[in-house]
């Protein structure tokens, strides 16, 4: 299963709402969609699994929704700690794949 | 808490072998599935190889089968990735990770991955 995710860089103010999308290139069964948030030279950490469910510990202004082909990732409020890049990865087939990735910037 | 570090990293010609280790602690390293990832310099994440939690149950993503071994010491809370025949193109950061939840049976795996290590570099150049 190919995943896109779009934009490749995305601007924020401080305090507004980043949208993120990734997209299968076909249905994701279940949900099995996780998002990771990987900071500069840091490993990536797990954000969101079952497409809306918050991994142990991440703040609530993250959420998570979609389901078949489409899933989005949502930053209620943009923080400066946010800066990131972001991937999406579908498990419910393998090969395991992730997408391109969204780079979080600060505007 | 748990930690998870790689080792066993370094520059390689082409045609090489590496044996890529990841430590475990914090946690029931025999209970749960384990995961390789790799990321190119300044690129994406590319999922490499996944193995049950007993050893019994290997995965491989189709660019490394044949070529690429995973394995693991659960009395030494240890993963390996044994890396043969290698190319510039797997020249890449090698992550490991611990699957989310531990698993049994047939559902021996989530292929949720937390958490990952730092990882270990690996160049392939002559």
């Known amino acids: 299963i190919v995943m896109t995710q779009s934009p490749a860089t995305l601007a924020v103010s401080p305090g507004e709402r980043a949208t993120l999308s990734c997209r299968a290139s076909?249905?994701?069964?279940?949900?099995?969609l996780a998002w990771y948030q990987q900071k500069p030279g840091q490993a990536p950490r797990l954000l969101i699994y079952d497409a809306s469910t918050r991994a142990t510990g991440i703040p609530a202004r993250f959420s998570g929704s979609g389901s078949g082909t489409e899933f989005t990732l949502t930053i209620s409020s943009l923080q400066s700690e946010d800066v990131a890049v972001y991937y999406c990865q579908q498990y419910s087939r393998w090969p395991l794949t992730f997408g391109g990735g969204t780079k979080v910037e600060i505007k | 808490q748990v930690q998870l570090v790689e080792f066993g990293g370094g520059v390689v010609q082409p045609g090489g072998s590496l044996r890529l280790s990841c430590a475990a602690s914090?946690?029931?390293?025999?209970?749960?599935?384990m995961h390789w990832v790799r990321q190119a310099p300044g690129k994406g994440l590319e999922w490499v190889a996944v193995i049950s939690y007993d050893g019994s149950d290997k995965v491989y993503t189709d660019s490394v089968k044949g070529r690429y071994t995973i394995s693991r010491d659960n009395s030494k809370n240890t993963l390996y990735l044994q890396l043969n025949s290698l190319r510039a193109e797997d020249s890449a950061v090698y992550h490991c990770?611990?699957?989310?939840?531990?698993?049994?049976?047939?559902?021996?795996?989530?292929?949720?991955?937390?958490?990952w290590g730092q990882g270990t570099l690996v160049a392939v150049s002559s």
């Open positions: 076909q249905s994701v069964s279940n949900s099995f």
């Open positions: 914090g946690f029931s390293f025999s209970t749960y599935a």
């Open positions: 990770a611990k699957d989310q939840f531990s698993g049994s049976g047939i559902h021996w795996a989530t292929n949720r991955l937390d958490p």
